[in-house]
C-alpha cells in the first residue's frame, strides 16, 4: 500500500519559517511529479509548488521568492521550506504524487494525497 506522510507545520509569528515534509511509503515503481497544495475552509484545495523528477520546479505567484521546494530521489521525500510567511499562508497543507505501482495488468498510476498538516501564522 502506498502512503504519503507528511510532517512539520505547526503556529508560527508572521515572517517566519517553517518546513514541511512529505516521505512516500510501500511499494511502488516511480514517483512522478511531487506537489504540495493549500487549502482554507471554503476554498478550494489550491497548488503551492511542485517539483518534476528532473527537479524542475513551479511555484505559485503569491509564495515566489518565499517558499522553496525541494526533493530527494533516494529517500523518496519532497520537502517545502516556507520563509517570510505571512497569515494569508495559513491553511492546511497536502502532499500530492502521482505514483507507479506494478499491478496485474503490468502497472498502474494513480495520484495519492497525505493526510495534511495545519500551517498557522500569526499577525
Known amino acids: 500500500q502506498v502512503q504519503l506522510v507528511e510532517s512539520g507545520g505547526g503556529l508560527v509569528q508572521s515572517g517566519g519559517s517553517l518546513g514541511l515534509s512529505c516521505a512516500a511509503s510501500g511499494s511502488f515503481v516511480r514517483i512522478h511529479a511531487m506537489g504540495w497544495y493549500h487549502q482554507v475552509p471554503g476554498k478550494e484545495r489550491a497548488l503551492v509548488a511542485s517539483?518534476?523528477?528532473?527537479?524542475?520546479?513551479n511555484y505559485a505567484d503569491s509564495v515566489k521568492g518565499r517558499f522553496t521546494i525541494s526533493r530527494d530521489n533516494a529517500k523518496n521525500t519532497a520537502y517545502l521550506q516556507m520563509d517570510s510567511l505571512k497569515p494569508e499562508d495559513t491553511a492546511v497543507y497536502y502532499c500530492?504524487?502521482?505514483?507507479?505501482?506494478?499491478?496485474?495488468?503490468?502497472?498502474?498510476?494513480?495520484?495519492?494525497w497525505g493526510q495534511g498538516t495545519q500551517v498557522t501564522v500569526s499577525s
Open positions: 500530492n504524487a502521482p505514483i507507479t505501482r506494478r499491478s496485474t495488468a503490468g502497472s498502474d498510476t494513480r495520484a495519492y
Open positions: 517539483i518534476a523528477s528532473d527537479g524542475s520546479t
